[in-house]
């Protein structure tokens, strides 16, 4: 460690004496939101006891900037700044520190004992499949008090699909002011995705920080609102190495037991280009984790329950051996990466399970107490404390040992399985801190080169029949966590408890509904983020089954909720048409929308089953389906290859066309000249509709709109066109 006075220069064996521990310059930046002015602003912290009247900053400047220079020891530093006096939180700080159970502000202290190399500029060009070229030009700086750079000792290591090449040298060298230079030349580079980490020090062999800069080369940059993200449960979708399997669980109902589903088969599917046909840019997985052995009891107090889905880890670290192991998953990203297809992990950050090698260890990073939803335990009330079940411990973010090593937990899994974003778990049921400080330390580690990790969440909100304003404290609740030091984007809970339920599979709202409250959640997220919206989710009943039972005679509405007995079963013959139907026209609605849409496995063919475990069966995307199955999956594959292939509708703005129908809905997407329009029906008959065209899309008569799903084409007329949709069905059109 840094700290120790001594340590290893580029990985060898011999240690360089770093000499004791100093205090370093550190800069504090403070811009404070607009308008907001005080007659004083002062920063105090760790470094005084928070005294008072602290550090008096600087400014503002012309940028609104305050500033003060500090000299502290290396490490997390709490402050707080003093705005006339009293405390307050750093606004443009993005880590957080506890100290005596107070949460505060945070700054990093970089040990500046040791030399840095950092990114000034770089290119990536692709003119043809074969020639990519990756170039850097970095800067070395040396430590205080520190040596030159030793020009002979850099290097570069390229590594693709987990495997490092051969330690190539770097031009490198010294300027007169006591900096260095550095130049990274890759040329000759396939498509695919890459990590050039660089290793320099100075004459006397202090190291610097390895510097890792991943890009990709391909041929279309990738941006995150191109991703139809696809959520596949690792151990219910497809069973590609039998030889995993596990045991069946003594007292265990077999619908939450182990079904042996793994990593493998989800490589296979890729391999096999059924995702490609989805036109799925990303997969999200479940937990990774290794799970728990045995079973544990159900929330009903009767039924025993296993950690199939991942989300018990007993292991910080390591891959579950029922879902494949390490081996597995580097194989898995590796067939991902070469079909484009981004990988994202679930990782879970509010709990571990009673087993968990760090809850034997630091029993004091952990909080166990109430079982939320229990007498004096309200789910919303001790939301950052209740246990999700007794064998939980709850993570406490509030100390720093264990909000620091879960942070560095998540490093490790993206780095070392090459892994392109997270989706976090049960975000509202953690501090702040655990956000802020997990991104800051990802976004430091691994963007360097300027290739974003996505990160998106899960918080869990309802929603009641109103109005945007009266959800105002749902959509403020789903924002707190996103925005520059935060997560990219959210999945769009309130849209899916406004629309896909009520508007196509329970119908009792119409398509004026839909498109209120999809710009709804354009206009009341953060400016910038990525929303998932989705219809289905395996937290939901499944929506083929929600489209059957929806109240009509004989089927009570309340079944698809039933979890152990009286289930809900597949649509009956009389059934399948109309729910498979309206499945199909949602699935149309929803991969039209602005975001990274989701589709829960086995949605694109319309799998049907109840709420949790029932909405959990296996894959059946390469197996036998039915009729109206194999018409469903069609529809989707027509329908995501028209995402992939048209830029607006993966990038454009959303525009409302026709939304004056309940039963019919036309909107477009629109990016600068170029315009794709979805229209959807959830009439029983195929319906024909003259839509005037707003003027604001810029599309002159005469122009030729042709249909990616049926193939046909429209011709604006005056201004207008005129589309005939089919029965339960979607047109996407562009030009």
């Known amino acids: 460690a840094p700290g120790d006075g001594g340590v290893a220069a580029d990985g060898g064996d011999t240690a360089v004496d770093a000499g004791p521990v100093l205090p370093c310059p550190v800069a ?22 928070f005294a008072t009247p602290g550090t008096a900053l600087q400014g503002p400047d012309a940028q609104g900037t305050y500033s003060a220079n500090l000299t502290l020891l290396p490490g997390l530093v709490g402050y707080k700044l003093l705005l006339d006096g009293a405390y307050a939180l750093d606004p443009s700080a993005p880590l957080r520190k506890y100290v005596g159970g107070i949460e505060n502000s945070a700054v990093r202290v970089a040990d500046c004992r040791f030399p840095t190399v950092t990114l000034a500029s770089k290119t990536r060009v692709r003119p043809a499949a074969g020639q990519g070229r990756f170039t850097a030009d970095l800067r070395f700086t040396p430590g205080v008090g520190g040596s030159p750079l030793d020009t002979a000792h850099a290097y570069v290591t390229v590594l693709r699909d987990g495997v490092a090449g051969p330690a190539v040298m770097l031009g490198a060298t010294n300027g007169s002011a006591g900096g260095g230079s550095l130049s990274v030349d890759l040329g000759g580079l396939a498509d695919g995705k890459y990590t050039a980490l660089v290793a320099a020090r100075d004459v006397a062999g202090l190291p610097a920080k390895p510097l890792r800069l991943v890009f990709w080369i391909e041929p279309e940059t990738f941006d995150w609102r191109d991703a139809v993200l696809y959520m596949a449960m690792t151990d219910r979708f497809k069973d590609g190495d039998p030889s995993n399997n596990a045991p069946a669980t003594v007292g265990v109902d077999p619908r939450v037991d182990f079904k042996g589903g793994d990593l493998q088969g989800v490589r296979q599917a890729i391999a096999n280009g059924a995702l490609d046909r989805l036109g799925v840019r990303a997969i999200w997985l479940t937990p990774f984790n290794t799970n728990p052995a045995g079973a544990y009891a159900a929330d009903d107090g009767t039924h025993q329950v296993t950690g199939y889905h991942g989300y018990w880890p007993v292991r910080a670290r390591s891959v579950e051996p029922r879902i494949g192991g390490a081996d597995a998953l580097h194989a898995l990203v590796k067939e991902a990466h070469a079909h484009g297809i981004r990988v994202v992990q679930d990782f879970v950050v509010n709990h571990v399970h009673q087993d968990h090698e760090y809850f034997k260890a630091h029993p004091e990073w952990f909080r166990t107490g109430c079982v939320c ?215 149309a609605w929803l991969l039209g929308l602005p975001g990274a849409p989701l589709i829960y496995y086995g949605d694109e063919y319309g799998q049907w089953g109840g709420t949790d475990p029932n909405n959990r069966e296996a894959w059946r995307g390469d197996g036998a389906l039915t009729a109206d199955e194999q018409t469903t999956l069609a529809l989707t594959e027509k329908l995501g290859a028209a995402r992939r292939e048209l830029l607006p509708l993966r990038r454009g703005a959303y525009v409302s066309v026709l939304n004056t129908d309940e039963n019919v809905l036309v909107y477009a997407r629109q990016a600068g000249a170029d315009v794709a329009l979805v229209a959807v029906s959830r009439l029983a008959t195929p319906t024909t509709v003259t839509v005037p065209l707003p003027s604001s899309l810029g599309i002159a008569s005469g122009t030729v709109f042709r249909d990616r799903i049926a193939g046909g084409a429209s011709v604006v007329t005056n201004g207008s066109l005129a589309l005939t949709v089919p029965a339960r069905g979607a047109l996407v059109l562009a030009r």
């Not at 002062?42 to 005084?48: D, I, M, R």
């Not at 849209?495 to 710009?519: C, E, N, Q, S």
């Open 373 to 587: 939803g229990t007498a004096n335990c309200d789910w919303t009330d001790k939301r950052l404390e209740c246990l999700f079940a007794p064998y939980l411990p709850d993570v406490n973010w509030t100390n720093n040992d264990a909000s620091e090593q879960f942070s560095d937990d998540a490093v490790y899994w993206l780095t070392e399985y090459d892994l392109d974003g997270l989706r976090i778990d049960a975000v509202k049921h953690v501090e702040d801190a655990a956000v802020l400080n997990m991104t800051a330390k990802i976004r430091g580690e691994l963007e360097a080169a300027g290739t974003r990790v996505f990160l998106t969440g899960e918080t869990a909100m309802g929603w009641s029949d109103c109005s945007i304003d009266c959800n105002k404290d749902q959509y403020d609740t789903i924002n707190r966590y996103m925005g520059p030091f935060g997560l990219d984007g959210q999945f769009d809970f309130v849209l899916y408890h406004a629309v896909p339920y009520r508007t196509f599979f329970y119908g009792d709202k119409g398509m004026i509904h839909a498109d209120y409250w999809a710009k709804a959640s354009l206009s009341q997220y953060v400016q910038g983020s990525i929303m998932t919206p989705y219809i289905g989710s395996h937290d939901t009943p499944r929506s083929v089954t929600l489209a059957t039972y929806r109240g009509q005679a004989g089927f009570p509405r309340d079944v698809p909720d039933h979890k152990w007995d009286g289930v809900a079963t597949a649509p009956t013959a009389a059934e399948s048409a109309e729910a498979y139907g309206r499945q199909r026209t949602a699935m």
């Open 28 to 49: 504090i930046r403070v811009t404070l939101p607009a308008g907001e002015h005080h007659a004083t602003v002062a920063v105090t912290g760790e470094f005084n006891g």
